[in-house]
């Protein structure tokens, strides 16, 4: 194979793969996904990062399917929004959301979320729901 197909070969692979992870928006016309991160006080990028997506994936949307585990991101994403909606009081989120807690290792809840790690806020509120010392 030469060099010149290898190439073009490696670019086709890599624009199916950004069209696949841009369908990640249409799924659900309900969720707001700029919205989301503006709420977290994410940059677009770092939104992008949490969900394990290429940046340019959130600003070109199309129909389809979603990848799994950017989906069950998203799903988490939309229920730590909802748990904070019941747990963190309005005023004090930006300041919740920006401090570094015991129970993330003296990190803050938008650093686990810029790392993809938004499961862990979400089972913390799970565990004060559910009645467990958090």
């Given at each position: 194979?030469?060099?010149?197909?290898?190439?073009?070969?490696?670019i086709?692979?890599?624009?199916?793969?950004?069209?696949?992870?841009?369908?990640?928006?249409?799924?659900?016309?309900?969720?707001?996904?700029?919205?989301?991160?503006?709420?977290?006080?994410?940059?677009?990028?770092?939104?992008?990062?949490?969900?394990?997506?290429?940046?340019?994936?959130?600003?070109?949307?199309?129909?389809?399917?979603?990848?799994?585990?950017?989906?069950?991101?998203?799903?988490?994403?939309?229920?730590?929004?909802?748990?904070?909606?019941?747990?963190?009081v309005?005023?004090?989120?930006?300041?919740?959301?920006?401090s570094?807690?015991?129970?993330?290792?003296?990190?803050?809840?938008?650093?686990?979320?810029?790392?993809?790690?938004?499961?862990?806020?979400?089972?913390?509120?799970?565990?004060?729901?559910?009645?467990?010392?958090?």
């Amino acid at each position: 194979m030469s060099g010149a197909t290898q190439v073009r070969k490696l670019i086709t692979s890599a624009r199916s793969k950004a069209r696949v992870e841009a369908r990640v928006l249409s799924t659900d016309d309900s969720f707001d996904l700029e919205k989301a991160g503006r709420r977290l006080g994410l940059t677009q990028e770092q939104l992008a990062c949490a969900l394990n997506l290429p940046a340019r994936s959130l600003r070109h949307s199309n129909a389809g399917r979603e990848p799994s585990q950017t989906n069950q991101r998203i799903r988490d994403l939309r229920e730590l929004l909802s748990q904070m909606n019941d747990y963190v009081v309005t005023s004090e989120e930006k300041q919740w959301l920006v401090s570094p807690l015991a129970e993330f290792g003296g990190r803050s809840p938008r650093e686990l979320i810029i790392d993809g790690q938004i499961r862990d806020p979400v089972i913390e509120f799970d565990k004060l729901r559910d009645g467990q010392p958090v």
